[in-house]
């Protein structure tokens, strides 16, 4: 059960790198285009900004943690069983 939980979570949190990076990426291209009187998305990336890419670096984060608190735990409680 805990691998299953860490393959979805990890999948989840590959997903949402990309979505992070790609968010990243575009804006950098748009701050570029804006000092450029070019438009490239700046004011679409904005408007993006709090509801979606301020929440799936949120959950990189979370995901991240979750991840490591499973491994702890995992680790823990298996190190106990081993000694035992």
Same mark, same amino acid.
């Given at each position: 059960?805990?691998?299953? $939980?860490?393959?979805?979570?990890?999948?989840? $949190?590959?997903?949402?790198?990309?979505?992070? +990076?790609? /968010? &990243?990426?575009? &804006?950098?291209?748009?701050? !570029? /285009?804006?000092? @450029? *009187? !070019?438009? @490239? /998305? +700046?004011?679409?990336?904005?408007?993006?900004?709090?509801?979606?890419? *301020?929440?799936? !670096?949120? !959950? $990189? +984060?979370? /995901?991240? &943690?979750?991840?490591?608190?499973?491994?702890?735990?995992?680790?823990? +409680?298996?190190? *106990?069983?081993?000694? *035992?």
């Amino acid at each position: 059960m805990k691998e299953q $939980l860490v393959t979805w979570i990890e999948r989840l $949190l590959i997903a949402d790198v990309f979505l992070v +990076f790609f /968010g &990243f990426a575009w &804006f950098a291209i748009a701050v !570029i /285009g804006k000092s @450029l *009187n !070019i438009p @490239l /998305g +700046f004011d679409i990336w904005y408007q993006l900004w709090q509801p979606l890419f *301020n929440p799936a !670096i949120g !959950i $990189l +984060f979370l /995901g991240a &943690f979750a991840t490591w608190a499973i491994n702890k735990v995992s680790d823990k +409680f298996g190190s *106990n069983k081993i000694d *035992n």
